[in-house]
Structure formats: C-alpha cells, structure tokens
C-alpha cells in the first residue's frame, strides 16, 4: 500500500520561518523526495538543537521551536459570535513565559541544574512540563522521561496533556507504541510480524509513570534512568525531600559532574497544604542543585526558583510585541516575529486588585488566603497554608520586613542564681533563625528586649510556657517556647506596654537546662504563667524547685469554652480540645489586629491606623505565624497565645490600666505641629490632625 501525501503533511505556522513552506511527500517525485527528507532532516536538527538569529546573536532553543511549531495542546478560545469557549487543539503561542522558562532549560543544561517552578494559577506550568517530556520522547531514541506525583490525580492531569500533544502531532512526527499504558508505561516501536519481538528500528523512547504515594513511596522512581522526570504539585508531597533524595541517585548515570537528567519540580500556589518541604525545597535552590534567581518581589537578600506571579498568568494581559522590541535587538529576523507580553500593571490593576477587593469584602480571613495563595503576587504567597491559618499573613510579612530593615533584635543572655539574685551573662549564642528547624544549634539564648523593672508587681508581667518531651527532642523539630508579657499599665515613664519583653526559645542537649532557663526568666519577670499541660515535665520541675506559686492554676474560663471537659489538672491549659485551641489562636489574632493608634482628621475621619502586630519584635514568630496550619509543630505561637490569653483574664479581672502621660503613647505624636490632639480611650489613642498640618510617617516602638 503506497502512502498517501496526506499521511506526511499538516499544515504548520512556523513563527520563525513565515516563509517556509513545507513540502509534499510524493513517491512518485524522486527529486522531490530528496527535498522532502532533506526538509525533515533540517527541521528535526532545529528541534533537537535549536539554531541562531540575528546574525547569530540571539538563539532559539530545540524545546522552544518545537514548542511553538509542533508542539499541540487544548485551549479554550472564545468564539466571536457565540461568546462559548469550545475547546480545540492547538499550537501553543510564543509568550514571554515561554521565552523566559526556555532559556531556564538551556541554563539547568550549561550548569547542570534541576529546575524548581512555581507560581499562579493559569500560567500553563503543567503544559511546558508536559511539552517538554514530549519532545523527549519525540525526538530521541532509547529515552526515558519519568512522570510523577503525589497522587494519581496530579499525575493524570499531567499524563492527559502529553496525551493530547502526543495524539496530534505532526504525521511526521508520531510515533506507534510498543506499550500504552498511562498509569505505568508508554513505549515506542513496532513489534516484528514474524517474531512478535520489538523491531530493531524502533526508538524504544519511554514514558514511565511513578506515584510517590503521599510521599510514602519514597522510592517510587528507583530503577528507572531518566533524561527528563517532572514531579507535579510538589505541595501536595508531605515528604518532598525523602522523595527527591530516594531519587537523586536515579539522576546522575554515566558519572561526571553533570546530571543526566532534567529534573523539573513544580507548584502551584494554593495547592500547598502539605507544601512546608515544598517552600524549604524552593527558598534554598543550591542545597537541591536547583537553578536559583533573586527575590525580586519581596527584597530578600536569598535565592529562590523560579516565580511566576499572578500578573503574568492571565492571557486576556499579554500584548503583542515584536521579538525585536521584547529584546531590544533590531534586526529583520526577529521583527517579523510576534511575542505575547505581560502587562502586569493592567493585571494588576484591571483584575487583581478589584478581585482581592471582593475577597476582602467577604470578610472571611479563608477566602482572602485562597485568593493570594491561588494568584500569589509575591512567592511567600504560594505557599501560604489555607486550611488552619486565621492569622493575617499581610500584617506579620509587612511587621518582619520592618524588622529586617532595622537590623532589630534583643540582647542574647544567659541567666543564673548567684546566690542572691537572678543575674545574667551575655553570650554569643543566637536564636534559631530557621523554621522548622533542620541544622541549626537550639543550644539558644534567653533574649531580653526589656529589662524587668525593679522588684516587679504582681500581675504587671505574665508569661506563656509550651514545653517539650525530652524523649522526642533528637528527633523533633519542636523546641520549648517561653515568652514574657508585659501588660498595660499606669507606671510613668516605661516604655513597653502589652508587648513581649522576653523570650526563650530553644532545645538544648538536657532538658533540664531549658527547665532551668524558663524558671530562672519566669522569676526575674515575677511573672503569671500560663502552662501547655499536656507535656508535665516543667511542671515537675517547678514543683521541684518549689515555685509553683508562679504557676496559674487550671483557669477557670476553661469550663466556659469547653462545658464537658472532662480534663482536670493542678496548672496550665491542655490543648486537646479543638474549641481550646481556636480561643487561644483567637487571642493571637485578636494582639495583632487590635487598633492600638488611630488618625482622624478634623472632620473625624480616619486616614490611617496602626495595629498590634507593631508590637512583635520576635521575626520567628511572625514567621510561625505566617506558615501557621493545624499539623505542624507551631511552638512559639502556642507559647505567645498562652501569655495573650493570660493577658486577657487578668484584663477582666482587674482591668486594663492606661495613661495619658504615658511616653510611648505621647511620643507618637510630638512630631506634629500644635493643633494636633491626642484623645485615648482604653489601650488604643486617636490623633486629631488637621488637614493643614504636614504629614508625617508613624514609626512605632523602634
């Protein structure tokens, strides 16, 4: 049976050769069939390799040319007359995302470099990581591309689109299997007719399947020897790192200093409920051979992979430009190509921020989270944990960034009894800056941001204690968390009000050297201490010591929270119950969103608040803030929540005691000229400012 022309053609947009015309497979035409292979051989060079323009100035990658010509994906392309958006199969356009990710390949190629990609919604990561196994499977012989996840849903999504391109694809391109089956295997060839065997002409190019199982098949991928492996959603993997180091020896065949594989590992923001590994894995490429780039968004001095924000997702924002104009180099080959454009300030101000405002209209702390975590404008975002997190991540990110700025940290002590009194010594030990923590010394200091006043009264300072098991201390990542409260008051001439003055957060080789440090910090404050009871052995140990008076019996509000609670302890709070622990988060929330400074001008309007949040000084407790969920080890919040909720009891009892003559408040506005007043009420303070004054910027606790 002769081959019909039909069988070798389709029509092409070649968007880099306009004028190229391909030609028609005729049998019959000997000179012609010289043109066609000659053709053929050419293209399939170009998308192998890739070739230059411009004189050799600018150049085009193999994946990107095959990408942009022969590559075949579904879309959804809104019909003019119907308004409807069927969908159909199409060549993918060139977009400044293309460009941008193409050129990642060729670098993770020069540096041997896996590729970590995260971002947006929409943005199409699933579909250039589909297009990029293609092209592998396509274009050379004996590979192996390995498609993974954490769960057979992700992986068919991502398997569905290869599919897709795979089965319309050019003629000249497709390729008969050996084997079609998507949940383990695709192969390449034809069997011989006479022995049922493999031809020997066939590519026997592969596509395996791999599930890691929730990231409990660690060693899913084990045997197999692959030029590309993608693992999709990284967020959904609870054990991200076991999978990818159970895979690393898979990844580098043939010895050298270059891996034989393109390892790409992606995300998508909001799909990180299980993403803590999946952040740590994409805020510290090197130590996971990952590509790495600058923080941009987020003035960061770190590495970080690849980002893809919101604002360069949508396509209804891309504009057409000349491959000259996006490059800034003019020349013939690249005016005659068009290029798709982000327009992020349109995207920004035409969608995103009128779609956050509905977000925020809800009022619902869970839909304002959704909607960054979906279309993340900065790439903390991405990973901001949804289900469990009430806090308002905006407030803590914005107070930690003004705490980098300012370089602001406490004094780093050690305390001890000399016989008489408590006193200190100061030490070179620092505070563990990582969360969790992996690989750094808990051996921590006590940190002092106010001293105690002299012999202090009851009740002016209380404390919040979650200690640790020592049974589980080589390998937890949980550290013991003492924080001291400083409540308002009406003593003239002190600084700090309702504000953390202390703190102790650590896990040193012997238990009792924390016990030891958190009593000695307790004393020194004569502080009210409200204890996580569910782990004893700070209890025994102040029982121990005999100074369980600083201890807060079980608080009576308990029985208003949970009426049936059935749990009875000498001291302290127990977290078993779910109502327990959203009242303490509640006191969390309810510190950093409380309005402590409020402008108004002189038709009593406001212009301007500052919130509680101002009043942390600890830059990993806002980070456990930011990261908060209800799985993980979340110690320092546990511990703040416990001397908030302190706070409040005794706010109720004997109520909170404010000063109009107080510095703090009154330095807010000695600044501005006369005409301006001050009027307090409660713990918060209003400045009156009239509209003729200067403006000036409110710098708070510094």
């Known amino acids: 049976m002769i081959a019909s022309t039909n069988d070798y053609t389709q029509q092409t947009v070649n968007i880099w050769f306009p004028e190229q015309k391909e030609p028609v497979y005729d049998p019959t035409d000997e000179a012609g069939v010289v043109r066609f292979n000659n053709y053929w051989k050419r293209e399939l060079n170009r998308m192998r390799n890739g070739f230059y323009l411009a004189d050799d100035r600018v150049h085009i990658s193999g994946w990107l040319y095959w990408h942009t010509v022969y590559w075949k994906i579904a879309m959804y392309v809104e019909d003019p007359k119907t308004k409807r958006k069927p969908r159909i199969i199409a060549t993918p356009f060139l977009r400044d995302l293309e460009w941008t990710i193409g050129g990642d390949f060729v670098a993770c190629d020069d540096q041997g470099k896996f590729y970590n990609l995260v971002g947006s919604r929409d943005f199409g990561k699933s579909i250039i990581a589909a297009s990029r196994a293609g ?122 200093t270059k891996p034989s594989c393109l390892v790409m590992v992606t995300g998508t923001g909001g799909d990180m409920e299980k993403g803590k590994e999946a952040a740590e894995v994409f805020c510290t490429p090197d130590g996971y051979n990952m590509l790495s780039f600058d923080n941009t968004w987020e003035e960061i001095p770190k590495k970080i992979g690849r980002f893809i924000p919101a604002t360069m997702a949508k396509m209804a924002f891309k504009e057409k430009q000349t491959l000259a104009d996006y490059l800034g180099i003019h020349h013939p080959d690249l005016e005659k190509i068009t290029i798709l454009v982000s327009n992020e300030e349109r995207a920004l101000k035409e969608w995103w921020e009128p779609e956050f405002a509905k977000a925020k209209s809800s009022g619902n702390s869970k839909t304002i989270l959704k909607f960054k975590a979906y279309w993340p404008l900065v790439p903390s975002d991405s990973f901001l944990m949804v289900e469990g997190n009430i806090f308002d991540t905006d407030l803590a990110k914005q107070q930690l960034k003004k705490l980098t700025a300012l370089g602001k940290t406490g004094t780093y002590v050690r305390l001890f009894h000399d016989g008489e009194k408590i006193a200190h010594e100061f030490t070179d030990k620092l505070p ?194 930011i990261k908060f969920n209800d799985v993980d080890n979340f110690d320092r919040v546990i511990a703040a929540s416990l001397a908030f909720a302190m706070a409040e009891a005794l706010d109720g009892k004997i109520g909170k005691l404010t000063s109009s003559t107080d510095p703090r408040i009154s330095g807010l506005y000695k600044h501005y000229k006369s005409g301006v007043s001050l009027s307090i009420v409660g713990g918060g303070a209003t400045l009156i400012i009239p509209s003729n004054k200067r403006k000036g910027r409110i710098k708070l606790f510094t």
């Not at 050379?140 to 391109?165: M, R």
């Not at 001291?571 to 402008?599: P, T």
Request: proline share 4%; net charge neutral; charged share 25%.
């Open 135 to 256: 092209w592998q499977y396509t274009l050379f012989s004996n590979s192996e591309s390995v498609i993974s996840g954490g769960a057979a849903t992700y992986i068919k999504l991502a398997t569905d689109k290869i599919e897709d391109g795979l089965t319309n694809i050019h003629p000249m391109l497709q390729k008969k299997r050996l084997m079609s089956d998507w949940k383990k295997e695709i192969r390449a060839g034809w069997k011989e007719k006479t022995s049922g065997l493999a031809h020997p002409k066939s590519s026997n190019s592969r596509i395996l399947v791999r599930n890691y199982q929730d990231g409990t098949n660690t060693m899913a991928a084990n045997g197999t020897r692959p030029g590309f492996h993608l693992i999709d959603e990284e967020g959904t993997i609870p054990n991200l790192i076991g999978c990818i180091k159970d895979s690393d020896g898979c990844w580098w065949s043939g010895g050298g």
């Open 432 to 625: 563990v800056t990582q969360f969790p923590v992996k690989d750094q010394s808990t051996d921590t200091p006590v940190v002092i941001y106010e001293w105690p006043s002299e012999n202090p009264p009851a009740n002016l300072y209380v404390a919040g204690v979650d200690s640790y098991r020592d049974a589980d201390a080589k390998s937890s990542d949980s550290l013991g968390a003492v924080y001291i409260l400083k409540r308002q008051h009406s003593l003239i001439g002190e600084k700090y009000q309702n504000m953390i003055v202390a703190s102790y957060v650590g896990r040193p080789k012997k238990k009792d050297e924390w016990n030891e440090q958190a009593r000695l910090l307790i004393k020194m404050y004569n502080a009210r201490t409200l204890v996580e009871n569910d782990e004893i052995s700070f209890i025994e140990y102040m029982k121990k010591k005999n100074d369980t008076h600083y201890l807060e019996p079980q608080p009576a509000w308990l029985r208003e929270i949970v009426p049936t609670t059935t749990v009875s302890k000498d001291f302290g709070v127990h977290r078993s119950s779910e109502k327990v622990r959203d009242w303490l988060n509640g006191c969390v929330k309810r510190y950093m969103e409380e309005v402590i400074l409020q402008m108004k001008d002189e038709n009593g309007s406001v212009t301007g608040e500052v919130l509680g949040v101002n009043r942390i000084f600890d830059p990993m407790l806002l980070e456990e803030i």
